[in-house]
């Protein structure tokens, strides 16, 4: 259902935008989260958005440095990332919930903390920050 995919090998300080994409599904409406999970790790939210942008939520971790954006035209959902440091290595996921879930009307600060309430998740993509 969602593919994410940008991430790759970056050095402290650098930036890369991840993307999430649903070939065939249309995003829109949907409210979506970037998740990531290091090893021995917890699974952690790291910002979502609401289905049609208008809300974003950031974790304390990733404020001013991560942005959260979707292009519903474009049918994508982006994660921006700056100013990388070594412990945000780990595998991102994008996931979202069933359109007609309590989730999807939660607020997303809500949604981004509980990651076990995401319904559909997509093949991660891993993020290595490293010098």
């Known amino acids: 259902l969602l593919q994410a995919s940008g991430g790759g090998l970056v050095q402290p300080g650098g930036s890369l935008r991840l993307s999430c994409e649903a070939p065939?599904?249309?995003?829109?409406?949907?409210?979506i989260g970037w998740f990531r999970q290091a090893p021995g790790k917890e699974r952690e939210g790291v910002a979502c958005?609401?289905?049609?942008?208008?809300?974003?939520y950031s974790a304390d971790s990733v404020k001013g440095r991560f942005t959260i954006s979707r292009d519903n035209a474009k049918n994508m959902v982006y994660l921006q990332m700056n100013s990388l440091n070594t412990e945000d290595t780990a595998v991102y996921y994008c996931a979202t919930v069933r359109r007609t879930s309590t989730q999807n009307s939660q607020a997303v600060s809500v949604l981004c903390n509980n990651y076990r309430a995401m319904h559909y998740w997509g093949t991660g993509t891993l993020v290595t920050v490293s010098s």
């Open positions: 958005i609401s289905g049609d942008g208008s809300e974003t």
């Open positions: 065939g599904f249309i995003l829109a409406g949907y409210q």
